[in-house]
């Protein structure tokens, strides 16, 4: 009996009132809300703890960890107002980086001790700090700071040469200013500055400069030595062309905006700078021309990136879902592209661009449905050619959600829409399959979308040849042990090809998951579950916005209508910029945008 309780006790859970190997101490947070509220349950107030003032020998036990409560939601607008004004409060209230307040000092030795204090050294090895002495008459002493790894050590070694060994100059006769006199006197570089807050510091050092101080002297001269590893441009990976630019997007902010510079050489190409982050602290850059676009567009794009409030940005994708209009909504509305071409196209027909620090993804906007199907392709081929693709691509549209749907709407309520001879192919193939077709499509669509996540994730070469190897063996097994139909393997293949050609990833993504939910209805309700599931598509898609522009303009609502909608009209109709965008010109190009043909006819016949 004794062994059976001895077991039991050793099987069931048994809260642990002993204290834990290890204990986390409360956050400032946590202790004022305490001190606000009172003791929490399980928890006593400090001070009047019997386990704190009982001697360890006493063997009493200390009090157990307070569970986590779930919050309670205000039920009427009293409450409501009353958390938005403590919430308002807390965000005022918020405590600053050390750094704000802090100023630059004449003595050298409380400069790098605030250095040492502010970047936690010596723990912080790749912070860098180096004495120098400059090469005045008579030599003044210094030091610099740097993160190494981030420095290009050519143009340091440069500067350090200058203020060293070739600056042999009478010091100026006010220590004052000394940090203008080495700016304006010693310094070959490009782009130095004088800086005397340690926030600005701090900041410019984080990024690659490197800063420099001077003995009696209540400044820092801040120097760009800008230089870390990065990818070099490359072709682009995803929206690949046959013919047109073959370059790429990279990681690197200023080599990003110098690709768009580098087709766009106008002056009124204007780059402003937004920071994001409260810890990455990423740069933010929005790019547009300042001639043509929306100067209210401009301003909402400032406005809801500077209202960001989060400890981390990382690429674009984070900044997206920030400021996107319906995040709630599958149907992206934000164009992500890693093409510099595109991206300056969409620059000089009057949008913005959103180029985030790190990522190789700029952000367009705003952003339509039709753009979305668009691609360099058809702009950069014949406008046969092209409307020809845009067509093809619309097909493939509207296969890549409705098809299997579709057919499930066939197969189980209107198997009068079947040709005789088909019907009874299908019936004899499904003659030995065990599952109801819902259950078929469904296994069939789930292994596809296996295949395509599992061919992205293997690394290397190997992933495309293990997808594509996969999914015949995959399929051919099926069909072999009658568990799917050959024209479900048919279908659903036609289903992912269709997917595959969507040109942007997160509309072809969305569709991926439309389509489940368009199974779902042709399984239950046939073609009046297909159509209900469209009508209440489009109404939901009409009702969005990018950056108050409606989705579906300049169809629905129906604006100014373009040559470069649906077809791919000549090169030569495209005189006009999108109306939906407001720009301050409208007009691209003039009516007559062939010179030559004027002055072939002598201005006759245009």
């Known amino acids: 009996m004794s062994t059976l309780k001895n077991m039991l006790k050793l099987i069931t859970y048994q809260e642990n009132t002993q204290q834990e190997g290890f204990v986390l101490k409360e956050s400032a947070d946590d202790s004022h809300n305490n ?26 036990a200390p009090a157990p960890r307070r569970a986590f409560k ?31 307040n802090l100023s630059v000092s004449a003595s050298l030795a409380e400069n790098r001790e605030l250095i040492n204090k502010l970047y936690g050294l010596p723990e912080n090895k790749d912070i860098v700090i180096r004495d120098i002495v400059l090469g005045t008459s008579p030599v ?103 013919r047109g630019p073959q370059e790429a997007f990279s990681e690197t902010l ?24 409260a810890r990455n602290r990423a740069l933010v850059a929005i790019m547009y021309q300042r001639d043509i676009a929306n100067p209210a567009l401009v301003a909402e794009v400032k406005r809801r990136i500077s209202s960001i409030k989060t400890d981390r940005i990382i690429g674009s994708g984070m900044l997206e879902e920030m400021i996107m209009d319906t995040p709630y909504n599958l149907t992206p509305t934000i164009l992500a592209t890693e093409r510099p071409d595109r991206v300056a196209s969409g620059i000089i027909d009057g949008r913005v661009a959103i ?21 360099g392709e058809e702009l950069y081929s014949r406008w046969q050619l ?16 409705l098809l299997p749907g579709f057919y499930l709407s066939v197969v189980l309520f209107h198997h009068e829409m079947i040709p005789t001879e088909l019907l009874l192919a299908i019936a004899g193939n499904r003659e030995k399959v065990p599952f109801p077709s ?38 051919q097994a099926a069909v072999q042990a009658n568990i799917v139909s050959p024209v479900l393997v048919i279908l659903v293949a036609v289903t992912g090809l269709s997917g595959f050609a969507i040109p942007y990833y997160s509309l072809a993504f969305s569709l991926r998951i439309y389509r489940f939910f368009y199974i779902a209805l042709g399984a239950t309700l046939g073609f009046f579950g297909i159509a209900i599931g469209l009508f209440t598509q489009i109404i939901i898609t009409a009702n969005l916005k990018s950056f108050g522009v409606p989705y579906l303009a300049p169809i629905g609502p129906r604006t100014v209508p373009g040559a470069d909608v649906v077809t791919r009209l000549p090169l030569f109709f495209h005189e006009k910029r999108p109306d939906y965008l407001n720009p301050q010109d409208i007009t691209s190009q003039p009516d007559v945008s062939r010179g030559w043909l004027r002055q072939k006819d002598g201005g006759k016949n245009h």
């Open 386 to 401: 092209g409307t020809f693709i845009r067509f093809l691509r619309a097909l493939a549209f509207m296969t890549s959600f």
């Open 70 to 100: 779930k919050p309670i939601r205000p039920t009427n607008k009293a409450n409501q107002k009353q958390k938005k004004k403590e919430n308002s409060g807390a965000e005022e209230n918020q405590p600053e980086p050390a750094s704000n």
């Open 438 to 475: 819902l259950v078929e499509v469904l296994m069939m669509e789930t292994a596809f979308e296996l295949i395509r996540e599992a061919g992205l994730r293997i690394p290397g070469a190997m992933g495309s040849t293990i997808g594509i190897v996969g999914a015949l063996i995959l399929g």
């Open 35 to 60: 001190s606000k509220g009172g003791s929490p349950p399980g928890r006593q107030a400090p001070g009047n703890s019997q386990s704190d003032a009982a001697p360890a020998h006493q063997g009493k």
């Open 254 to 277: 200023r080599s990003n905006t110098s690709l768009i510079r580098k087709i766009i050489k106008n002056e009124n190409l204007t780059t402003e700078y937004l920071e994001v982050g």
């Open 140 to 242: 003044i002493e210094g030091f610099i700071v740097f993160i190494d790894g981030l420095v290009d050590k050519s143009i340091q070694n440069l500067l350090l040469q200058a203020l060293m060994l070739f600056a042999v100059r009478p010091i100026p006769p006010g220590k004052g200013q000394l940090a203008a006199y080495v700016k304006e006197n010693m310094l070959p570089g490009n782009q130095v500055a004088v800086q005397s807050r340690f926030s600005d510091i701090l900041k410019a050092i984080n990024y690659g400069d490197t800063a420099l101080f001077l003995e009696g002297c209540a400044e820092a001269v801040v120097m760009e030595t800008k230089g870390w590893e990065h990818r070099g441009v490359d072709r682009p990976s995803i929206e690949q062309v046959v």
């Open 355 to 375: 180029i985030v620090d790190g990522s190789p993804f700029v952000l367009l906007v705003p952003a339509t449905m039709y753009e979305m199907l668009h691609t």
